[in-house]
């Protein structure tokens, strides 16, 4: 049986999203909130001091041209989903580009866009 380590961010103001639901301390399990209470428990193995800070959830860029490089400096900022534009991140493609990868945003993408001849071309018009 693994001996997974519970982790905590103590006396951190949470927004859940919707509302800004106070001082709390939140615990996760490998990278999994599984539990967001008003004291710390005592089982917990690595304790992280959130006084002054505010947790809320990743956020999602929804517009973006990215790469791997991209998808590991997103989290750096918050960004823990980016939606793809005209490229190859989707389901197959992030199988192939994404093998072995961690510590990078989640990607999704609806694939390369269609368009007419010289329909996504940059003309100048006069």
Do not use: W
Request: glycine share 12%.
């Amino acid at each position: 049986m693994t001996n997974i380590k519970t982790k905590a961010i103590s006396n951190v103001n949470v927004f859940d999203g919707k509302n800004v639901i106070g001082i709390k301390t939140v615990v996760f399990s490998d990278g999994v909130i599984t539990s967001i209470l008003n004291d710390l428990p005592e089982d917990i193995s690595e304790v992280i001091d959130g006084s002054g800070c505010t947790l809320l959830p990743g956020l999602i860029d929804a517009h973006v041209h990215t790469s791997v490089e991209f998808l590991k400096d997103a989290l750096k900022f918050g960004i823990t989903t980016e939606l793809e534009m005209m490229g190859g991140f989707t389901s197959k493609g992030r199988e192939t580009q994404l093998k072995g990868v961690t510590g990078a945003a989640d990607v999704r993408s609806a694939g390369m866009g269609l368009t007419a001849p010289g329909g996504s071309s940059r003309r100048a018009y006069s």
